[in-house]
């Protein structure tokens, strides 16, 4: 196993953490076949990893739970691992409800205090509702003993992300980050943002919810196949991300052993920095293939957003779309379209004013792409 450092606290991560939110389960919710998630959780800690990440709402609850028999079993292992799990953060939430829900995470892993604990998921808007209290909150926690290392988890834009690790003494961020991910989400300008100011990068969705080992297209397999040094699309994906110094762990979610050890083993090669320019222009090969795919072609600048009359919410929707065509799930479109006419942000409000398409910089067809969008979704 390779380890990294996170100077800050004085810790050294394997660069391979365990999430815990896709374990063996029986095919019914949550369902998780404990008899199985216990030696795989044992195996992992027997292979180096020392990271283990779940959340409160993981698995409804029962991930937590999964951790804690584990650890129940084998007593000396809590004291070779670091655990990080999450605060969801709702409206109506405020310190009494959050202290609870820590109590129950803490007694569903039976540990007295938690390493890393996170603001489940946090964007620009639901930062702006929780900041004044959740921040203090944490501390109060950390002076309590409840909780070690106060982080939270991101899912928004670069603007959002250097704003909220400007907002507090962050002991780490936890970020979405995969070769499509490059310039979308925290970004990796972003990351590198927090790594100048020593906040430490954990990574999610490194596979992109696996759609990069699922969804090779054939153009993207015919450039690997081109390239000199021979790997798999998961070990080029896996590369990419563990070539970033920032970052001090990628989380990788486990259902079987095979897969513990196919990861290991992958991570075993890994190395910051290690990726030589003909590499990198690889990569960048890839996600062009990649972007090609997107019937919009729309790259998320956001230019067109603030002036809209109707408050369409224009880059989501076309990202969206893209995205699903990109990573072979056009299908799952319509469920994510939902919550755009649930915020009343669909696109089918359009009145057509022409504002969007006078300064959108790739001077995209917007109001004709609403139009097709909304004959397809809004019936
Ligand atoms: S044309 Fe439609 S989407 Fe564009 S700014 Fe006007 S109302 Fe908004
Ligand atoms: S301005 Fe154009 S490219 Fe930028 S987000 Fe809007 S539609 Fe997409």
């Not at 002076?143 to 907002?167: E, L, N, T, W």
């Amino acid at each position: 196993m390779q380890y990294r450092t996170m100077d800050k606290l004085d810790f050294h991560p394997s660069i391979f953490g365990v999430g815990l939110m896709r374990l063996p389960t029986d095919g019914t919710r949550p369902g998780i076949k404990f008899e199985l998630s216990t030696p795989l959780i044992h195996k992992a800690i027997d292979m180096g990893v020392n990271y283990f990440d779940t959340a409160y709402v993981y698995h409804d609850g029962v991930s937590e739970v999964a951790l804690g028999k584990a650890l129940k079993a084998r007593p000396g292992d809590r004291e070779k691992i670091k655990i990080a799990t999450k605060l969801p953060i709702r409206k109506g939430g405020n310190p009494k409800v959050w202290e609870d829900v820590l109590d129950e995470s803490l007694t569903r892993m039976g540990i007295d205090c938690v390493d890393f604990y996170l603001l489940h998921g946090l964007d620009g808007e639901k930062f702006d509702m929780c900041k004044d209290e959740a921040l203090p909150f944490l501390d109060k926690m950390v002076q309590k003993g409840k909780i070690r290392y106060p982080s939270f988890s991101f899912h928004d834009d670069a603007a959002a992300f250097r704003r909220i690790i400007d907002s507090y003494d962050w002991c780490m961020a936890q970020v979405q980050f995969n070769l499509l991910d490059t310039f979308n989400q925290a970004t990796l300008e972003g990351i590198r943002y927090a790594g100048k100011k020593n906040i430490p990068v954990v990574v999610m969705e490194p596979l992109r919810g696996g759609a990069l080992a699922r969804h090779v297209p054939e153009q993207v397999q015919a450039l690997y196949d081109a390239f000199p040094v021979k790997r798999s699309p998961v070990e080029w994906a896996f590369r990419y991300v563990y070539n970033q110094p920032e970052v001090k762990v990628i989380l990788s979610g486990i259902g079987t052993l095979q897969e513990l050890e196919q990861n290991v083993d992958i991570f075993s090669r890994s190395a910051p920095g290690a990726m030589t320019p003909q590499e990198l222009e690889l990569i960048d090969q890839v996600r062009q293939a990649y972007e090609s795919l997107a019937p919009i072609g729309c790259t998320g600048c956001r230019y067109c957003e603030p002036g809209c009359p109707m408050n369409i919410a224009i880059p989501d929707i076309f990202r969206g779309y893209d995205t699903a065509h990109i990573i072979g799930t056009p299908e799952r479109f319509a469920n994510t379209y939902e919550r755009f006419i649930k915020d009343d942000r669909n696109a089918g409000k359009c009145i057509g004013c022409g504002h969007c398409e006078g300064v959108c910089p790739q001077h995209l067809p917007i109001i004709r792409h609403l139009g097709k969008l909304a004959e397809q979704f809004e019936k």
